[in-house]
């Protein structure tokens, strides 16, 4: 390949286009997504998987685009009338085909390079020990999705050479992967598509948890699927007469059959538990996930020193353990919870930036009351489950006032908990030491239970 002719073609087509819209649109849609790229404790800014699905989630809307560019740029020999002058110089036809899709190609290649650089700039800063090579297959095929797709316009655009093939590929191709499109609302992601038939599109859902990666089955199946979509776009960019432009049509109808063949008919196969991430570092009674092994130092002796105090306020129903939380759950499912084990979400915003003896008091909290439902920048806990807790964590470190566990809201909704919380407080010191553990011990009880009678407990109510 002519290296000057392919630096004129970076400079002057289309190229440079397909990739600047990879980087501003990729990093414009994930300002947007709910600070999943920017936010403090956001997942995509934290570990390396996530971040690499996150760069995927944003070819739900890039991809279109840069099938649009791919477009104009096999319009350009029709615009400019050349293409039967082309046609007649003996340079073969995938060699002149190779000069603007190398281009397109490299253009887009360093785009989403640059994407995953400040991605992984980002997980860098974010201080995690847990470094791996697992993430590159997933930003491999986004790499792939995008050159395959761009090449396919470009194809299409030469055998259809209409203004309105651009505008039509983007729609199409939108269309295609809203239709199969899936949510993370579940515990793993699924969509109304059948799954094997919703995997064929390289966009993912913005993860949610940390702990799921996709599966080998998948990097292979649509690896075949964009390699039979490549394929096709390049032979009907050089192709010549109908019946080449039919058989151009080939590889990518054997990709996706194979593809097919290949890929998981179940949600629950395609998305996996990364087992070297989930695995348990333990200092003692403590234990956390290998992603946050960090957390481990200040997490340890923390959790020893709340054990230790569970101990003197529940006796022998107090946990003995303190444990990273890495069960699969849908979107607003209870937690698994257990009175043997004090769990731990690391994505709960109440955790966030704890140390020394607040990290001691969130501890005990979650040990006398722990919440059902999870807390994290995308679904919210009561105000209740914090008053209670609050409430419970005073009593067992001896506070002689009310500290809560976060600063109080000014909504009327929370000002009305947080008065039932001085409420159940001041009801609480009033009492006696046996009917305070009393107490404590109903509102453990309930907390346990998810009866969301953990406040009346505190009052002396009758659901003990």
């Known amino acids: 390949m002519n290296g000057r002719v392919l630096r004129t073609e970076l400079r002057r087509s289309a190229a440079p286009w397909a990739g600047l819209i990879v980087v501003a649109g990729a990093l414009g849609l994930l300002a947007l997504l709910d600070d999943a790229w920017w936010g403090g404790t956001a997942p ?8 690499a699905l996150l760069t995927r989630t944003t070819l739900y809307y890039v991809l279109p685009l840069v099938v649009g560019v791919g477009a104009l740029q096999g319009l350009r020999d029709a615009r400019s009338r050349t293409t039967e002058l082309l046609m007649t110089t003996p340079r073969p036809a995938w060699s002149r085909a190779m000069l603007p899709a190398g281009a397109t190609a490299i253009a887009l290649v360093s785009g989403f390079g640059l994407l995953t650089l400040w991605g992984g700039v980002q997980v860098f800063l974010s201080g995690t020990s847990y470094t791996h090579l697992g993430w590159l297959p997933i930003s491999l095929v986004g790499v792939l999705a995008l050159v395959a797709g761009a090449w396919f316009g470009m194809g299409v655009a030469r055998a259809l050479p209409s203004v309105l093939t651009p505008p039509l590929l983007v729609v199409a191709c939108l269309a295609a992967i809203i239709l199969t ?7 793993l992601p699924s969509g ?26 998948v990097h292979l199946g649509q690896t075949l699927w964009l390699l039979g ?11 010549v007469g109908r019946r080449a432009r039919l058989l151009a049509l080939t590889p990518v109808l054997v990709g996706a059959a194979l593809a097919l063949s290949v890929l998981p008919a179940e949600p629950r ?24 092994r960090e957390a481990l130092d200040e997490m340890a002796p923390r959790g020893e ?17 303190v444990r990273e939380e890495t069960a699969l759950r849908a979107s607003g499912d209870r937690r698994k919870l257990s009175a043997d084990t004090v769990l731990v979400d690391f994505d709960d915003p109440l955790l966030a930036g704890r140390g020394g003896e607040d990290l001691t008091r969130y501890l005990v909290a979650q040990g006398l009351a722990p919440h059902c439902y999870a807390r994290s920048a995308r679904e919210s806990g009561t105000v209740g489950d914090v008053v209670t807790q609050s409430v419970a964590a005073g009593w067992a470190l001896g506070d002689r006032a009310l500290v809560p566990l976060e600063k109080a809201t000014e909504d ?9 919380g001085e409420a159940a407080w001041d009801s609480l010191s009033a009492a006696g030491p046996a009917e305070q553990r009393a107490r404590i011990a109903a509102m453990h009880k309930e907390s346990l239970a998810c009866s969301f009678d953990g406040m009346k407990a505190l009052k002396g109510g009758a659901s003990r």
Request: one cysteine or more; glycine letters at 6%; aromatic letters at 4%.
């Open 181 to 187: 499109q899936q949510n993370a609302d579940g515990a």
């Open 229 to 239: 979509l490549l394929a096709t776009g390049f032979a009907l960019l050089v192709a």
């Open 269 to 292: 196969r395609s998305y996996v538990v990364d087992q070297a991430a989930a695995a348990l570092v333990c200092d003692g009674p403590v234990c956390v996930t290998r992603v946050h």
């Open 305 to 321: 020193e709340a054990l230790r105090l569970l101990r003197q306020v529940l006796g022998d129903r107090a946990p003995d353990s």
């Open 412 to 420: 009327a909704y929370a000002k009305e908990a947080w008065k039932e």
């Open 192 to 217: 109304l598509a059948p799954n094997r038939v919703s995997l064929l599109s390289p966009a993912t859902p913005q993860p949610r948890e940390m702990l799921l990666t996709l599966a080998g089955q």
């Open 44 to 51: 995509g800014t934290s570990q390396w998987t996530p971040m």
